[in-house]
Structure formats: structure tokens, C-alpha cells
């Protein structure tokens, strides 16, 4: 029966390939395509609205006109013009930009604040494009079908790999949105000629990387995530000459590389985090527009969304998230968590939590679903949550760690939980945003010399020597605007 199986998966598996071939409609050429363009677009409309939530949008009316117009106008010399493209800028301090099928290319704001002219955006808009008309999301959609094949397969021939079916998809999954270093090379390559032929210089494309390398170096391990999701090749900035050289031969005319009007527009754009959504101090996050606090456990890392903040030791064994009910009431917020994760709860009742009412709750989920062939369920997963009503909103915080694991971290759990309170400390309600300044070189030296001229403070030179796309031993002459940093 299980030869039998096997072979039956072999045989679909082939009807596939022979039966799902479509013309590339970059290369020309036929491969193997599992997505239709319907589906593509049908993709990135139902995720779309996932990625706004998780990072919000960037409000500035004139930046967003002119990525949209730059954007469209660069969607009609592309090999995919009948798409219906949307572009987006997230508000997030991160530095990167991507594509999603059907259409949707988003920036950060973070990489927004990293260009230092329009013909660098324009290779970088030219890059993602690049990655939708090549069809490189869906390629991958086709390597994940095919590979969920061979993977059904495998859990039907082997009970130990059966044990481990819920992590094997879930690491296929992860496929989905990272290209290999073909299908950024390829995309490098569009981006050198969609820039050109809407009259840009894509040399100034191939500069940018040098920027994104020096953010790599600053960074130290963290790797920026345009490069986590980039590879980076070490020759790709001299590939990307080459690119340029090539399509401005071909598309003769002077290129226009647009500095000051660049800088024009991104003058005052919020730089780094921005306070309002919350912000970490000495250990404790504040939010001045919803006035509360609470600490963050000694070595955790934060991770801050509209929608969620995360944190997590370094260990990774442990995760504590708070988040807001869309229930009003504690009651009706305990049970549609319940309801909604699927909670076994062992015990719950009603408290206090530096004077709002809370309820406190320890349960446990199933990490998987229990199979006859097995006859046990993996570990679960124990749960500590705190429901506190504060103001208008029921706020939650749930810290979670396999159960075998859970007493190790449940004292910083509590410790922050319980610790949670109202923000009446003006100084931290009034913080201001650090954000970019465009300023008039008056007198010519060197970029150290001249942000020093400015207030420069001595460790934020080498960051502002990057956020301009300069060294700070090169020469600056007066008349130049250049970037600095103002609350």
C-alpha cells in the first residue's frame, strides 16, 4: 500500500511539470508555473492588508505621490504592464524595500531616509519590480507545491518523518518570499533597465549597495533586513555597473540623477523609531500617546508593531507578547482568547494590577494535534496572561514557553505584567522624534569638518557619514545640502 502511494504521488508529481508550463514573461522562455496571474494578484490582495497592520502606513502625502507616479511610470515599460501595481511606504525605522505577487512594492521609511537621490530609489523601485515581472514569488509558490509533494510522500513512507510533519511544512512555508542569488542578480538587472528607460542613471543603483554594505559593517552579526532578504554577492556592485553601462547604450539621452529634489522631499521625515508608538528607555517601554509603561525583562529583545510588541530572551525558549482586545470588557476578552487559541485553562481569576481590574489566567496549548498512529501529543505550550482594563481598552500580555521550560522564565513573566501601569511622567510623554534635516553647506571641508560645523555629535558621525552616502574624510564643497539629525 505504501509503494503503491508513493508511486501515486511520483505520477502527480510529473502530470504536474508536464501539464503547468507558462512563458516566463521576462525571459521569454517556458518553465514550470503552479500560480496564475490571477492567483498572483489575488495573493498580494489578501496580504496586503497583513503587512499594513504589522507596520503601518507613513503618512506624508507628497513622498507617497511620488513613489506612486515614479512607480506607475516604471510599471508601463516593464514586461508585466496589465498588473494593477500599488506602492507603499511602511512606517518603520528598518532599512528595506519588497515585493509582493500581483503588484505590491513597499519601502520603509527607514530606507526612504537612506537614498540620497531619486535615481538611487528609482534602481532600488526598478529592483522590486523586477521581482514581480519575473515572477519570482510564484516561482518559489512552484517549488513549495513540488516540494509539499515530496513531502507527502515521505510522511507516508516513514513514521519517524510523520512525527515531524507539522515542522517540515512549516520550514517549507519559509520558502515562500527568499530569493536565491540567480533571482536577485536577474532583478538587479530589470532594475538597471526600468530605471534607465524612465531616465535615471542606474549607476547611481549600483552606489546604493555600498550604503546597504556599510549598514552590514555598522550592524556588526545583525545583517540590515534589505540584506537578510537580498543576498549580496561581493561583485554585484560592479555587476550592476556593467548593467547601467549597457542599457544607457541602449537607451542614449542624459540621465537624470535628481539630488536636491530628493532631499527636498524627505526634509523633517521621522529617523529611527518614532516615540509615539512606543519606545524603550533604560529598560522600560513607554507609550506617551496611550500613557502607559511597563519594564522589559534584563538581555530580552523588543520588537515593536502597531498591531503587537514581542519580546523574547536570547535563548529563544520563551516569548512574551502584549496586544490590545478587541473586546471591551475582561469577560468577553478572557473568552474569545480562549475560544480563539484554543486554550486548556487550568486556572483563572480575577485581580488587580496597580489598581485596574485584571484577570490573570495559566493554560496550556497543544503544539500538535494528537494522531492514533502516534498516540501522543507533542509538548504543549503553558501560558501565563494577564487581561488588564486600562482606559477605553482591554490590554493583554501572554508569556509562553514549553512546558518543560515555563518556571524557568515565569518570574520575569509576572515581573512585567504586574508591573504594569499608567505613564504620568511628562518628560517621557513629551519626547520628541529624531528626524532628518536638510541643511546648506556654508563652508567646504571635509564631512567630518562639516557636520561638526552643525552640532554633529562625536558618535553619531560615522552613522551620518552612511545616512549621506559619504565617507567622512571626503571632501564637501560649500553649496551642497547634506542630511543632519534634529528633534
Known sequence: MKNTTIRFSILALISILLFSCARNPVTGKKEVMLMSSKQEQALGDQSDPSIVAAYGLYEDTELQTFIDQKGQQMAKVSHRPDLAYNFKILDSPVVNAFALPGGYVYFTRGIMAHFNNEAEFAGVLGHEIGHITARHSAKQYTKQMIGQVGFMAGMI?????????????????????????????????????????????????????????????????????????????????????????????????????????????????????????????????????????????????????????????????????????????????????????????????NTTVNGFNAITMLSEQATQQQTQQQGQASEPIRILSYLIQYGQYVYMFHGMALKSDFNKYNGAFKTTMTKFKSLTDQSKINVKATRIKIVRVQKGGTLQQVLQGFNAKQDQLQELAILNGMELGDRVESGISIKVLTK
Open 157 to 349: 513512507a516513514s513514521e519517524k518523518f510523520r512525527s515531524l510533519a507539522n515542522e517540515a511544512s512549516q520550514g517549507l512555508g519559509l520558502l515562500f518570499l527568499k530569493f536565491g542569488r540567480d533571482n536577485e542578480s536577474e532583478s538587479d538587472r530589470l532594475g538597471a533597465e526600468y530605471s534607465t528607460k524612465i531616465g535615471y542613471d542606474a549607476n547611481e543603483m549600483a552606489e546604493f549597495f555600498k550604503t546597504l554594505e556599510r549598514l552590514q559593517v555598522q550592524a556588526g552579526a545583525s545583517i540590515p533586513d534589505f540584506l537578510s532578504t537580498h543576498p549580496n554577492p561581493a561583485d554585484r556592485h560592479n555587476k550592476v555597473h556593467q548593467h547601467a553601462e549597457e542599457w544607457q547604450a541602449q537607451v542614449p539621452g542624459q540621465k537624470k540623477v535628481n539630488r536636491n529634489s530628493y532631499l527636498k522631499m524627505i526634509d523633517g521625515m521621522v529617523y529611527g523609531e518614532d516615540p509615539k508608538q512606543g519606545y524603550v528607555e533604560n529598560n522600560v517601554f513607554y507609550h506617551p500617546e496611550l500613557k502607559f509603561q511597563f519594564p522589559v525583562p534584563n538581555n530580552w529583545k523588543l520588537q515593536n508593531a502597531p498591531s503587537v510588541v514581542q519580546m523574547a530572551p536570547q535563548d529563544g525558549k520563551a516569548l512574551m507578547q502584549f496586544t490590545i482586545s478587541s473586546e471591551k470588557t475582561l469577560s468577553a476578552a478572557a473568552n474569545k482568547l480562549v475560544t480563539d487559541a484554543k486554550l486548556t485553562v487550568f486556572e483563572q481569576k
